[in-house]
């Protein structure tokens, strides 16, 4: 005997398991778009602070010398380390200290799905010029 209601169970099951992985697909690209991010501003702090010394290293004869800081001379050690690096930034000296600021960035592997195309990180460092 044949019942008159037609059996519909699967359909509801379809729609469930095709919603299930696009979450999943989108935590996991959460997940790997964020430890991108993650390490973009690992990166640029690294940058930052070795251009930081770089700019450091570059005055240390002149001031154990006992001359005046080179700002010019400083901020071009610096950015020429984060030119090697490929890493934008800025550079500034002020008296007997540099700073330098950095960003990376990266493009996305997920995210970009939905309309991210790339996560950036920044980095911050300073140092003290040597002074004799």
């Not at 037609?6 to 697909?25: C, E, H, K, N, W």
């Not at 989108?26 to 390490?39: E, F, I, K, P």
């Not at 330098?100 to 799905?113: I, M």
């Amino acid at each position: 005997m044949t019942s008159p209601i037609p059996d519909q169970r699967g359909g509801s099951y379809g729609l469930t398991a095709i919603g299930m992985a696009f979450v999943t697909v989108l935590v996991a690209g959460l997940v790997v778009d964020t430890s991108r991010q993650y390490s973009a501003a690992s990166n640029a702090q690294s940058a930052a602070a070795a251009a930081a010394r770089a700019g450091a290293d570059a005055s240390a004869t002149q001031r154990l010398a006992g001359s005046p800081v080179d700002a010019a001379s400083v901020s071009s050690a610096a950015q020429a380390y984060l030119a090697s690096a490929n890493v934008a930034g800025t550079v500034s000296v002020q008296g007997t200290t540099i700073h330098v600021t950095t960003t990376a960035t990266v493009p996305t592997e997920f995210l970009s799905v939905i309309g991210i195309n790339q996560v950036r990180g920044r980095g911050d460092a300073t140092a003290e010029l040597i002074t004799p």
